[in-house]
């Protein structure tokens, strides 16, 4: 039986979303909030006859333009012209899962009842999500402050019978989808094409998809790092509570947590060291990934915020009969948010790639670069310098994009987030990370065989033995590439329960 999940106004955070995603549940409005999305519409028409005032963007031209009054009778006729000319979109394909979620936090973001749409708009992109047909957007294009008006655009189109969309993995026209379903082109009324335009939701899906995959792969650190540990024989005691409990970071003290939980009954942790010390990229996995799991979590909070707000503009409070021009569509929350998620998830690739480095050195009883015959056989010597270059450019890409603004619409918007470019990077970012883990996991399993006849945890031995039913232990050289796009493969589809995900 078809699953469904309400849109209302209960509080929508990020574990829910990624229940939704998982189970693939569709999209109803609730009574609540189709009563709201008609009663606010009611209200702006009634206005828009009893009164001879001039409304931003709904009887006057946009940006620069607010000062061009425009008469009633073409009131559709300027919706229609604002999405077609936003409609300038480049660059690469958003992927199919963020344009759902585009889609998914459009929905949520009018059914509040603030935006003036009609209810045939907000239903029709319920159809749209839940029959799948995605339009084609683009990643370049918003500079992340009117909203996302060129994506959000590019969203809109198939609305009007225009633009592109995809379906059962086929390019339908807009108008070749509306005739597929027998769908009638949406006559925008006013206001609607501005509320459709202006709003986050490119910035905010990519915040969704980054989150989700950014708490998954931080857990995987733990994990990974882990096992990177044990191959290295290296020590416990960097993880006693005791020490975690006088500097209470509580991303700290989770991690450590989590790795004493990991290596419960281990016998390589717990047998005697010749060495004193491990190196910081063991030693403070702790005080590493649990700074960049509070930043998660920073993140998170701002994110959910985001998804849970009206954000185009201007704003009708049927209520307090007003209608309000202001700025809520500008992404300056965001894009520091996504700034500061960036550099924290780099740091995780960062000190991973260090951990790798440390296991391929011939240190500790280990083959140099992991291999029983090195000199004749190269070993896993290249996966480091990939790791390590993957790390560069996420070094590279971590600079901030919030600290720059460029003036737009003839000064009008002369102050811009860049959180579209922020989202875009921090996507590259976090697949860069799931790379660089993908390649300490291949070293990790490949020097914690040398440690044979001990074990480690039950755990950590379970998680290998998965790996190896699709990652061979490696006995001389071969294509390391697909070894590496295995692992990649292995970590995308290792399912994490979201009460580890999210606690």
């Given at each position: 039986m078809q699953e469904f999940h309400h849109i209302d106004n209960k509080y929508l955070d990020i574990s829910k979303i990624n229940d939704i995603i998982i189970t693939k549940q569709q999209l109803k409005l609730s009574k609540e909030s189709k009563d709201k999305i008609e009663k606010c519409r009611q209200y702006l028409d009634e206005k828009l006859i009893n009164s001879k005032k001039p409304f931003y963007g709904i009887n006057t031209g946009f940006g620069a333009l607010h000062n061009v009054k425009i008469s009633n009778k073409n009131l559709t006729l300027l919706q229609e012209n604002l999405v077609m000319s936003h409609a300038c979109g480049t660059g690469e394909k958003v992927p199919s899962i963020i344009v759902k979620l585009m889609l998914f936090l459009k929905i949520q973001s009018l059914s509040y009842g603030h935006s003036g749409v009609q209810l045939a708009t907000v239903k029709r992109l319920i159809d749209f999500y839940n029959q799948d047909v995605l339009p084609i957007i683009y990643t370049q294009g918003s500079l992340g402050a009117s909203g996302d008006l060129a994506p959000l655009a590019h969203l809109a189109l198939p609305l009007i019978g225009k633009g592109e969309v995809e379906?059962?993995?086929?390019?339908?026209?807009?108008?070749?989808?509306?005739?597929?379903?027998?769908?009638?082109?949406?006559?925008?009324?006013?206001?609607?094409?501005?509320?459709?335009?202006?709003?986050?939701?490119?910035?905010?899906?990519?915040?969704?998809?980054?989150?989700?995959?950014?708490?998954?792969?931080?857990?995987?650190?733990?994990?990974?790092?882990?096992?990177?540990?044990?191959?290295?024989?290296?020590?416990?005691?960097?993880?006693?509570?005791?020490?975690?409990?006088?500097?209470?970071?509580?991303?700290?003290?989770?991690?450590?947590?989590?790795?004493?939980?990991?290596?419960?009954?281990?016998?390589?942790?717990?047998?005697?060291?010749?060495?004193?010390q491990d190196p910081y990229s063991f030693r403070c996995m702790p005080q590493v990934h649990g700074a960049s799991k509070d930043t998660l979590n920073f993140v998170k909070k701002t994110i959910e915020t985001e998804i849970n707000s009206v954000t185009d503009n201007p704003n009708i409070f049927v209520e307090a009969d007003q209608i309000i021009?202001?700025?809520?569509?500008?992404?300056?929350?965001?894009?520091?948010?996504?700034?500061?998620?960036?550099?924290?998830?780099?740091?995780?690739?960062?000190?991973?790639?260090?951990?790798?480095?440390?296991?391929?050195?011939?240190?500790?009883?280990?083959?140099?670069?992991?291999?029983?015959?090195?000199?004749?056989?190269?070993?896993?010597?290249?996966?480091?310098?990939?790791?390590?270059?993957?790390?560069?450019?996420?070094?590279?890409?971590?600079?901030?994009?919030?600290?720059?603004?460029?003036?737009?619409?003839?000064?009008?918007?002369?102050?811009?987030?860049?959180?579209?470019?922020?989202?875009?990077?921090?996507?590259?970012?976090?697949?860069?990370?799931?790379?660089?883990?993908?390649?300490?996991?291949?070293?990790?399993?490949?020097?914690?065989?040398?440690?044979?006849?001990?074990?480690?945890?039950?755990?950590?031995?379970?998680?290998?033995?998965?790996?190896?039913?699709?990652?061979?232990?490696?006995?001389?050289d071969g294509v390391l590439h697909d070894a590496i796009v295995k692992s990649i493969s292995f970590i995308q589809n290792v399912s994490i329960d979201s009460l580890e995900l999210f606690e």
């Open positions: 379906y059962d993995g086929k390019l339908y026209t807009g108008e070749e989808i509306s005739l597929k379903f027998n769908w009638e082109k949406i006559k925008l009324q006013s206001k609607e094409g501005l509320a459709l335009l202006n709003g986050t939701q490119f910035m905010s899906a990519y915040g969704v998809y980054n989150l989700l995959k950014g708490f998954k792969l931080s857990y995987l650190a733990d994990v990974i790092g882990a096992i990177s540990l044990e191959a290295f024989d290296g020590r416990i005691e960097p993880f006693n509570k005791l020490i975690h409990l006088v500097r209470p970071h509580n991303g700290q003290i989770r991690t450590a947590k989590k790795i004493n939980e990991f290596l419960v009954d281990s016998e390589i942790i717990g047998r005697n060291k010749k060495h004193l021009s202001g700025g809520n569509f500008h992404g300056q929350p965001l894009a520091l948010g996504f700034d500061f998620l960036g550099i924290a998830l780099a740091e995780l690739g960062n000190i991973s790639e260090r951990r790798t480095f440390q296991l391929v050195s011939g240190l500790r009883g280990l083959p140099a670069f992991l291999v029983s015959k090195p000199g004749l056989n190269s070993g896993l010597m290249i996966p480091q310098y990939t790791a390590a270059s993957i790390v560069s450019q996420n070094k590279q890409l971590a600079t901030p994009a919030s600290i720059d603004s460029i003036v737009s619409s003839n000064g009008q918007e002369d102050h811009v987030s860049m959180g579209a470019n922020g989202a875009t990077k921090a996507k590259r970012i976090v697949d860069n990370l799931e790379t660089i883990l993908a390649i300490e996991l291949l070293n990790a399993s490949q020097a914690l065989a040398f440690r044979k006849p001990l074990k480690t945890s039950v755990f950590l031995e379970s998680f290998v033995g998965l790996f190896r039913n699709d990652v061979p232990f490696i006995k001389e």
